[in-house]
């Protein structure tokens, strides 16, 4: 591999929300046992967004310290991958690219394919750069996600960014092929348009989770990809963090291996850390796993990576990544940290106002309070 061009993830950063709401809320709310919530599904708060925040205020926020810290001349693309869109036409990364004063001289576009959508992204940004190794590609995965109140998806909401500099010679994370694919049509989440919420059947959903890493890992094991004990760690999809366990665990066993519980916690739980108090981001739930990995006190340096990535629907790839040598130089856990820290912890009520806010469907001018510290943006009809 020493003649192959190195390229990869060069810097991460991600954004969540001004406000949070904990479990611990919602089950006095609910009744439930908060070890439902704690134990069961492994989250304990969900990320709420302000009145003025949507998934181009979080991508801005996420973005802008990699802009700051690398500057933006050598970023010709970027893409911008999400499930919440705020038009059926023009990308949301366009207002990013605005709000971040990025070159003229680029190209942005927007991507959807439910949570997988992210990992698509990245891997047409290494595309790019292998045919110019002088460029760089700006990859945005923001989602927010939002069900019924009352509904078992309630309780598994979240919302965050992650932006990724992809670039030669990575400071972070080669990424390495080939790639396994796996696409099947699969009623198990869906949004149709006429729906501000999602709707999805929870045991299809895991059901066709787990077909899909059988598969994509069946085609990426047939592709000449690495061993499984090769792997130091694994970074799932992360609807809730123990759909991750659950993921690993089947893994194991497709491959014949054991699935003790002290390996599946050693190659996954350093991933959740992030996921446990944001809740699932959609797109960006399996790069906030990778944030966590790396932020976390494991020394990765040379070390092995897995990646399945999963969208509803249904489309997955397993794919590897290497941890490149030096890269704790690079890390923003400071950042991360803060940001996850810095949210207003709100009320059940609080909490229902903000859900049930909607787009205005009449075309006209709907000013919404300021809360929040970072970007805004102007609708203009």
Not at 97 to 104: D, E, Q, R, T, V
Not at 136 to 143: G, R
Not at 297 to 323: H, I, N
Request: overall charge negative; hydrophobic content about 40%; some cysteine.
């Amino acid at each position: 591999m020493s003649g192959e061009l190195a390229v990869g993830i060069h810097d991460l950063a991600f954004a969540t929300t001004e406000y949070v709401l904990t479990h611990a809320t919602l089950a006095a709310r609910t009744g439930a046992d908060v070890a439902k919530y704690h134990q069961g599904i492994g989250q304990t708060a969900i990320s709420v967004p302000a009145a003025d925040e949507d998934v181009v205020t979080m991508a801005a926020t996420a973005a802008a310290t990699i802009v700051a810290r690398h500057g933006s001349d050598r970023i010709r693309t970027v893409v911008f991958a999400t499930e919440t869109g705020i038009d059926q036409a023009k990308a949301a990364g366009i207002y990013v690219h605005s709000l971040l004063g990025l070159p003229s001289a680029a190209r942005v576009v927007e991507l959807k394919q439910a949570c997988y959508a992210g990992t698509a992204a990245l891997q047409f940004a290494i595309g790019l750069v292998h045919r110019d190794p002088a460029q760089q590609v700006l990859v945005i995965a923001a989602d927010t996600s939002r069900y019924e109140l009352g509904s078992p998806g309630e309780s598994t909401q979240g919302a965050a960014a992650v932006a990724m500099l992809v670039g030669a010679g990575p400071a972070l994370v080669r990424i390495e092929d080939p790639a396994g694919l796996q696409t099947a049509d699969i009623m198990d989440f869906w949004r149709p348009n006429y729906r501000n919420t999602a709707l999805v059947d929870g045991q299809e959903s895991i059901a066709a989770y787990l077909q899909a890493v059988q598969g994509a890992w069946k085609d990426y094991a047939e592709q000449g990809g690495r061993a499984l004990t090769e792997f130091r760690a694994f970074c799932y999809h992360q609807p809730f963090t123990k759909m991750a366990y659950k993921a690993h665990r089947h893994l194991l066993r497709h491959c014949g291996l054991d699935a003790e519980a002290a390996d599946v916690d050693r190659a996954v739980q350093p991933t959740t850390a992030y996921n446990s108090v944001i809740g699932n981001s959609y797109t960006a739930s399996i790069y906030l796993g990778l944030a966590a990995l790396l932020d976390s006190a494991v020394d990765l340096t040379g070390r092995a990576v897995g990646f399945l990535s999963y969208g509803s629907g249904s489309v997955a790839e397993f794919f590897a990544g290497e941890v490149v040598p030096g890269y704790r130089t690079h890390l923003r856990t400071v950042q991360h940290r803060a940001a996850i820290d810095r949210r207003q912890d709100i009320d059940y009520a609080r909490y229902r106002d903000l859900h049930q806010l909607t787009f205005p469907a009449d075309g006209g001018d709907h000013l919404r309070p300021r809360e929040t510290s970072g970007h805004k943006r102007l609708y203009e009809s």
